[in-house]
């Protein structure tokens, strides 16, 4: 078919629906004297059938019509452009639906409406219909489309395209395909013999199980102790601290009366205050051995001093004097003080 400047449309090549022999076989193109007096702006051809669409939006439809692709009932043929009636059955009253494009295949037709919408008639599931009697000569709406906004359409022989625009994108937040504690994937796919198995059944290593929002609020409790557990761990700490001093108070006191009981000035001599300290990482310091001696010989001086203001004097002790090593073991909850004799 050809369509010049002023909207006409001239056919040409095997015709085999026309009447008379010349127009069969025609040697040169021939006007499709239907359309004179209509402006066509767009044709289509099917493989045995045409369409035509003229300014104001009228379907024109002629040749095979075997499958109803010409939208008419019981015919075989359609010498002539024939205008095909569109009307839109959902609109009360009902409206002429109006057409921008054409689209033919080997059975089927397709129809693009101003309003995006797409109709369709002749027969074969290639029309997109929810019908199974075919032919179907009445065009009908392709409901799977409604809603799209369709762009143009297009057929093969026994199939059919539309271009759809896009819908609006919408504001979501894309999939992480790693898993945010151990790096892994979330999505794995393992491909067997015959089947391939896609699996979102991710479980962390790392034991942590949190949503997104958590993560956020939350980025370090699958690494380090809770708050909770830290408080509770220092304050038996302190409270381990606190009955220790208690400890190493009586302890001191016992070594301050065993030494003055003794000869006071040899046993101040003689007292080893040795510490052996074992002390784990961030602990709180704790005396060494210089203070515990300076300590105890300041016990000593006042004790003596004591006694030479009562003006006694020291008894000599029937047992031989003992002589105490002070060792202090620091630990990681405890202090305590052990006296070993010295012979």
Request: aromatic share 6%.
């Amino acid at each position: 078919m050809d369509s010049k400047k002023r909207g006409e449309v001239y056919s040409f090549g095997t015709l085999p629906w026309k009447s008379g022999p010349a127009e069969i076989c025609p040697s040169s193109p021939i006007l499709e004297k239907a359309l004179v007096g209509h402006y066509v702006v767009t044709v289509a051809t099917g493989s045995f059938h045409s369409g035509a669409v003229t300014d104001n939006g009228v379907a024109y439809m002629w040749g095979e019509n075997s499958a109803g692709q010409c939208a008419v009932a019981n015919q075989q043929y359609v010498p002539e452009p024939n205008p095909v009636s569109i009307a839109d059955s959902e609109a009360s009253p009902l409206l002429a639906v109006r057409i921008l494009q054409l689209a033919c295949g080997e059975e089927h037709t397709l129809a693009l409406s101003i309003s995006r919408e797409i109709w369709a008639w002749g027969t074969g599931c290639q029309l997109g219909l929810i019908t199974t009697a075919f032919p179907v000569t009445k065009p009908q709406k392709v409901e799977h489309l409604a809603g799209r906004v369709v762009l143009q359409v297009a057929c093969g022989a026994f199939h059919s395209l539309a271009l759809v625009q896009c819908l609006p994108s919408q504001d979501l937040k894309p999939v992480p395909e790693r898993c945010n504690q151990c790096s892994q994937l979330l999505i794995t796919m393992t491909d067997k013999e015959d089947h391939v198995i896609i699996s979102d059944s991710h479980c962390c290593p790392l034991g942590v199980t949190l949503t997104e929002s958590q993560a956020e609020n939350h980025p370090s409790t699958a690494l380090s102790p809770s708050t909770e557990t830290l408080d509770r761990q220092e304050e038996v700490f302190e409270n381990t601290l606190v009955a220790s001093d208690q400890s190493v108070a009586t302890e001191l006191n016992a070594v301050s009366a065993q030494t003055t009981s003794s000869d006071a000035v040899s046993s101040q001599q003689k007292v080893m205050g040795t510490t052996e300290i074992s002390s784990a990482r961030n602990m709180p310091s704790y005396p060494d051995t210089q203070a515990v001696s300076e300590y105890l010989r300041k016990l000593s001086d006042h004790s003596v001093r004591e006694d030479s203001e009562h003006g006694e004097k020291p008894v000599p002790s029937q047992v031989p004097a003992k002589f105490y090593k002070i060792k202090v073991f620091l630990e990681l909850n405890c202090v305590s003080f052990s006296l070993e004799t010295l012979k």
